[in-house]
């Protein structure tokens, strides 16, 4: 069965500090790999999404990711964080086709000055 | 790029109604929907799978019979909380995929069930 792993519940990082995201994932074929962020009381919005092709996949508000098939994972990057990006981000595989999509745990960001 | 909408956004309803609640794929057609439940400070879990023309395919622990799911058509798929209680007070997702094989997912904006 596919799942995901988020290893850290809270993260909490300074302003300006660079920010690495973990997540780890377990699917028999080939996956399709998807990082959302979600702020409380709101809906997901989608940052960033791995399908195929350059494993170094660029996002929405400077978030990069990639995918390393030898570690199952698809970590979430981003140089400078800034106050705005606390929240609750989900790691989430899928296969091809009309499957639905697994998610993490979810990681919460927090951002000191 | 597509759009799924969601109705609606929050609902407060008594202890013992039934809510429904409305899911649209407003530019392509969903022939699958995934209906999710969020726990606060929690992740989303996978309810059932919404399939236009027959019968929805429930996760283990879901109760088919409390959570109506209805995929009418290509563009429509409507989740009931029947005889709803505290208990079923969460935010519900519905998400539909693209269509074809190489598909991101579409969410909508969730709804906010409060039973009171």
């Known amino acids: 069965a596919q799942s995901v792993t988020q290893p850290d519940i809270h993260i909490t990082v300074s302003e300006g500090a660079s920010l690495e995201l973990r997540c780890n994932y377990s699917?028999?074929?080939?996956?399709?790999l998807f990082w959302y962020v979600q702020s409380p009381g709101q809906g997901l919005q989608l940052l960033l999404k791995?399908?195929?092709?350059?494993?170094l996949v660029q996002g929405i508000k400077g978030f990069e990711a990639e995918f390393k098939r030898s570690q199952s994972s698809f970590n979430l990057r981003k140089p400078s964080v800034h106050w705005s990006d606390a929240a609750e981000y989900f790691c989430?595989?899928?296969?091809?086709?009309?499957?639905?999509?697994?998610f993490g745990k979810g990681t919460r960001l927090s951002v000191i000055a | 790029g597509a759009v799924v909408s969601q109705h609606p956004s929050r609902v407060i309803c008594k202890s013992g109604t039934s809510v429904k609640i409305e899911c649209r794929s407003l530019?392509?057609?969903?022939?699958?929907m995934f209906w999710y439940r969020q726990f606060p400070k929690q992740s989303l879990m996978l309810m059932a799978t919404?399939?236009?023309?027959?019968?929805?395919?429930?996760e283990q622990g879901v109760e088919k019979d409390k959570f109506l799911i209805n995929h009418a058509s290509l563009t429509l798929s409507t989740l009931t909380v029947a005889s709803a209680h505290p208990e079923d007070s969460s935010f519900y997702i519905c998400?539909?995929?693209?269509?074809?094989?190489?598909?991101?997912?579409?969410f909508g904006q969730g709804t906010r069930l409060t039973v009171v």
């Open positions: 791995y399908f195929s092709g350059d494993t």
């Open positions: 919404s399939n236009e023309g027959s019968k929805a395919t429930y």
């Open positions: 530019d392509f057609q969903a022939t699958t």
């Open positions: 699917y028999g074929a080939t996956p399709y």
């Open positions: 989430a595989v899928a296969g091809r086709g009309n499957t639905p999509l697994v």
């Open positions: 998400s539909a995929r693209g269509g074809g094989l190489d598909t991101e997912a579409f």
